[in-house]
């Protein structure tokens, strides 16, 4: 039997793409969508792998994040205040599934190599957020500008400065974890 493995590329699988639409309201719709997906199902699925890796710091970072992920729909949701419940996107979906194979192997995956694991989670992270806050979200913000919808593209710049600061403590999660030391826990 083969034993289970689990790549980095497989994990960024997990990351859910917000597509830009024709109008800054479908954009938002697939904003909330995704932002909603990283609160509920991506980063609490990350924490349980570190969690199960005895980090438990580690898994308190990834909670956090997931509660600002939350915010960042919320911000959007006062601002398209009929949005709704969003149609869920073709790529969150695609994620929704690789996330449930990836989790199929997982748990034994974790009690072979929890530092592997862990490792490619923060890896897989800090991809997701300079994605968001260098290519995806500018592009949301400049669509509300051209849109006159000054309030929205103002949210936008909100959660791009916030991304980067998941990615910059991602990243310094990163390197401490590569360097043996605990993460220390988070203001
Ligand atoms: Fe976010
Ligand atoms: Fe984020």
Request: proline share 4%; with cysteine.
């Amino acid at each position: 039997m083969s034993k289970p493995e689990i790549t980095e590329a497989m994990i960024f699988e997990c990351f859910a793409a917000a597509q830009q639409k024709e109008n800054g309201a479908q954009t938002a719709a697939s904003f909330v969508d995704v932002e909603e997906y990283e609160n509920q199902i991506m980063y609490p699925e990350f924490a349980r792998w570190a969690e199960k890796a005895g980090q438990p710091e580690l898994a308190s970072l990834f909670r956090k994040v997931a509660g600002e992920e939350k915010l960042h729909a919320v911000w959007l949701r006062e601002l398209y205040q009929d949005l709704g419940q969003p149609e869920r996107g073709e790529d969150t979906q695609r994620a929704i599934d690789a996330l449930t194979t990836i989790r199929a192997n997982c748990d034994a995956l974790i009690a072979q190599n929890p530092e592997g694991v862990v490792e490619k989670a923060l890896a897989v992270a800090i991809s997701v957020e300079e994605r968001e806050y260098r290519d995806i979200y500018p592009h949301f913000r400049d669509q509300a500008i051209a849109e006159n919808n000054p309030r929205a593209a103002e949210v936008y710049q909100r959660v791009v400065d916030s991304e980067r600061q998941h990615a910059d403590w991602f990243r310094a999660a990163l390197d401490q974890f590569r360097a043996g030391m605990a993460v220390p826990a988070m203001a």
